[in-house]
């Protein structure tokens, strides 16, 4: 097995296992996107003339070839192959011969790790603003179907004013599409193409027009300086896990008021036995531990920010090794607010509302600040005056 810096020197396995880490399986999900990097560097080599039109269409043919494979599972990155890009390269060597051992050129393990994830990230934005509109959207079928059942609105958790269920689902319809937003937005930094940066200071000796991969591609703009970008290492994946984190914050707070809801103490709902379990120990109960699980998940996506950033902090310019813990707290977050938004969007149509106890808790207390406006607009009162009478009544 030819690694990417070997130097047929023997290399203490231990050690191996241990700074490679479980980057082989993470870099699982990264391995069509480093075809496609690839696919667009080989044809900058070529376009440059470094890359005979033979072995141009080699590689082109083997790249498309081993993501196949890939994709239907006939291949794993393994830990004797350290990392995806190893992988990837010794598969195209055995597939092409001198012509996969000419596509390194001019490009590092560094702007190919980097231009895979940067692809990756703005693919799992996007996907992840999907499931957020689906959460969303189950929300507003509430609202259509239920809109109008009357229920109170809590402020210090105590019931403050009549409010209607289609407002209070609409309010976190709003805010999830807010978050999908966000979450789109946060491809600015994902969006501008590393390679031909190589280890950071650019590629000796030989001219690569980077423009051309970055149109290939479909990102915004190239990154430049090419000193810039080890440096921009983890900005981009910190500023997407804080709109994760938003996201998963809503998700979480949505789910806390069904915990609630589905109290003796509220009633409002009722989870159909198919969304609960039961107790080892007390026959009458059901659990909502869905939501319960959603709530408790909503915090994993700000540890990983924290950890992401915990990575770079006051680390030194250029790269380092480091760098590579920064994927799995990064798909981690991802993994979970999906995994949180596709859970929501499936259990909310099923979830029943309980419209004479939502009606029930809205006594005649919770009036007290319409009587008073009542009294200014009708009776000419200041408001305070009119807000202790209303307290008095």
């Given at each position: 097995?030819?690694?990417l810096?070997?130097r047929?020197?023997?290399?203490?396995?231990?050690?191996?296992?241990?700074?490679?880490?479980d980057d082989?399986a993470l870099?699982?999900?990264?391995?069509?996107?480093d075809?496609?990097?690839?696919?667009a560097h080989?044809?900058?080599?070529?376009?440059?003339?470094?890359?005979?039109?033979?072995?141009?269409?080699?590689?082109?043919?083997?790249?498309?070839?081993?993501?196949?494979?890939?994709?239907?599972g006939?291949?794993?990155v393994?830990?004797d192959?350290?990392d995806?890009?190893?992988?990837?390269?010794n598969?195209?060597?055995e597939?092409?011969?001198?012509?996969?051992?000419r596509?390194h050129?001019?490009?590092?393990?560094?702007?190919?790790?980097l231009a895979?994830?940067?692809?990756?990230?703005?693919d799992a934005l996007?996907?992840?603003?999907?499931?957020a509109?689906?959460t969303?959207?189950?929300l507003?079928?509430?609202?259509d179907?239920?809109?109008?059942l009357?229920?109170?609105?809590?402020?210090?958790?105590q019931?403050a004013?009549?409010?209607?269920?289609?407002?209070?689902?609409l309010?976190?319809?709003?805010?999830?599409?807010d978050?999908?937003d966000g979450?789109?937005?946060?491809k600015?930094?994902?969006?501008?193409?590393p390679l031909g940066s190589?280890?950071?200071y650019?590629?000796?000796v030989?001219?690569?027009?980077r423009?051309?991969?970055?149109q290939?591609l479909?990102?915004?703009?190239?990154h430049?300086?090419v000193?810039?970008?080890?440096?921009?290492?983890?900005?981009?994946e910190?500023?997407a896990l804080?709109e994760?984190?938003?996201l998963?914050?809503?998700?979480?707070?949505?789910?806390a008021?069904?915990?609630l809801f589905?109290?003796?103490?509220?009633?409002?709902?009722?989870?159909p036995?198919a969304?609960?379990?039961?107790?080892?120990?007390?026959?009458?109960?059901?659990?909502?531990d869905?939501?319960?699980?959603?709530?408790?998940?909503?915090?994993?996506?700000?540890a990983?920010?924290?950890?992401?950033?915990?990575?770079?902090i006051?680390?030194?310019?250029?790269?380092?090794?480091?760098?590579?813990?920064?994927?799995?707290?990064?798909?981690r977050?991802?993994?979970?607010?999906s995994?949180s938004?596709r859970v929501?969007a499936h259990?909310?149509p099923?979830?029943?509302f309980d419209?004479?106890?939502?009606?029930?808790a809205v006594?005649a207390s919770?009036t007290?600040?319409e009587?008073?406006?009542?009294?200014?607009?009708?009776?000419?009162?200041p408001?305070r005056?009119a807000?202790?009478?209303?307290?008095?009544?």
């Amino acid at each position: 097995m030819t690694r990417l810096w070997d130097r047929n020197e023997p290399f203490d396995e231990l050690v191996l296992a241990y700074t490679a880490g479980d980057d082989h399986a993470l870099d699982e999900r990264l391995v069509r996107f480093d075809i496609r990097a690839s696919a667009a560097h080989a044809s900058a080599l070529h376009a440059a003339g470094l890359l005979s039109a033979a072995d141009h269409e080699a590689l082109q043919v083997a790249l498309r070839a081993i993501g196949e494979a890939h994709a239907r599972g006939d291949w794993h990155v393994r830990l004797d192959d350290e990392d995806g890009h190893t992988a990837l390269e010794n598969r195209l060597v055995e597939a092409t011969g001198d012509a996969g051992e000419r596509i390194h050129l001019g490009r590092s393990r560094n702007d190919q790790v980097l231009a895979a994830l940067r692809l990756w990230l703005k693919d799992a934005l996007e996907e992840l603003a999907v499931q957020a509109e689906g959460t969303a959207a189950a929300l507003e079928g509430i609202a259509d179907r239920l809109g109008s059942l009357v229920m109170p609105g809590y402020t210090h958790m105590q019931r403050a004013m009549p409010t209607t269920l289609g407002r209070w689902a609409l309010a976190f319809a709003a805010e999830i599409r807010d978050d999908a937003d966000g979450l789109r937005a946060g491809k600015r930094r994902a969006d501008l193409n590393p390679l031909g940066s190589a280890a950071g200071y650019g590629v000796p000796v030989i001219a690569l027009d980077r423009e051309r991969t970055t149109q290939a591609l479909g990102f915004a703009a190239t990154h430049e300086p090419v000193t810039a970008v080890q440096l921009s290492r983890g900005k981009a994946e910190a500023g997407a896990l804080f709109e994760v984190a938003l996201l998963a914050q809503d998700l979480g707070r949505l789910a806390a008021d069904f915990c609630l809801f589905a109290t003796a103490e509220f009633g409002f709902v009722a989870l159909p036995p198919a969304l609960t379990t039961g107790s080892s120990m007390l026959p009458h109960k059901r659990n909502p531990d869905v939501f319960e699980v959603v709530r408790g998940r909503s915090g994993e996506a700000v540890a990983a920010l924290f950890e992401v950033l915990a990575v770079t902090i006051k680390m030194p310019s250029g790269y380092h090794r480091d760098l590579q813990l920064i994927k799995r707290p990064l798909f981690r977050a991802f993994d979970s607010a999906s995994a949180s938004a596709r859970v929501l969007a499936h259990v909310l149509p099923l979830v029943e509302f309980d419209a004479a106890r939502m009606r029930d808790a809205v006594d005649a207390s919770l009036t007290a600040t319409e009587r008073a406006y009542r009294m200014v607009v009708e009776q000419g009162l200041p408001f305070r005056e009119a807000y202790r009478r209303a307290r008095e009544e």
